[in-house]
């Protein structure tokens, strides 16, 4: 991975993460149910593995290619139904999504990051959708991610074969 590709990506985690962090702790103190405060806190910890991230890849650490695809595949899913909901973005988000009751489809783009969350809340239309940006960017790192295990590989073997022999 180049650098500023490292750069780019890790500002976005790092930037994106921060921003969400900002927004929930907001809301936790808004006067807000109890229940609504508890579901606030796994989306609080997202965004401080977010932060993580991003400072892992900016720093170059040892596995903040992994790390960082990992945060950027929980953001891929929507999912919104009476029973529960779920969307998390950090960052850039691009939502597809499909909502089978009107047989359509909706496309949201926002740069910043955004959460939503339901339980049991039976006015929720039924929708599935995907953030195509998440994809992109789990797509790319899973790329990074096997040409540097590839390129390690051909190191190692290079390195074996220029060992003299006794």
Not at 86 to 99: D, I, R, W
């Amino acid at each position: 991975m180049q650098l500023w590709q490292r750069r780019t990506l890790g500002a976005l985690a790092l930037g994106g993460s921060f921003v969400g962090l900002s927004l929930g702790f907001e809301q936790l103190f808004n006067p807000v149910s109890v229940w609504d405060k508890l579901l606030l806190i796994p989306f609080l910890a997202l965004y401080g593995w977010g932060i993580w991230s991003g400072v892992a890849l900016l720093e170059n650490a040892n596995g903040a290619l992994r790390l960082n695809r990992r945060f950027w595949a929980v953001q891929i899913p929507f999912l919104s139904s009476p029973i529960a909901g779920y969307m998390f973005a950090s960052g850039c988000l691009l939502y597809a999504s499909f909502y089978p009751a009107d047989i359509r489809f909706h496309f949201d783009v926002r740069f910043g990051s955004q959460f939503g969350y339901s339980l049991l809340q039976f006015e929720q239309p039924w929708a599935f959708g995907i953030n195509l940006f998440a994809v992109c960017i789990y797509t790319y790192l899973t790329w990074c991610i096997r040409h540097e295990a590839s390129a390690e590989s051909l190191r190692s073997e290079i390195m074996i074969e220029s060992t003299p022999s006794a």
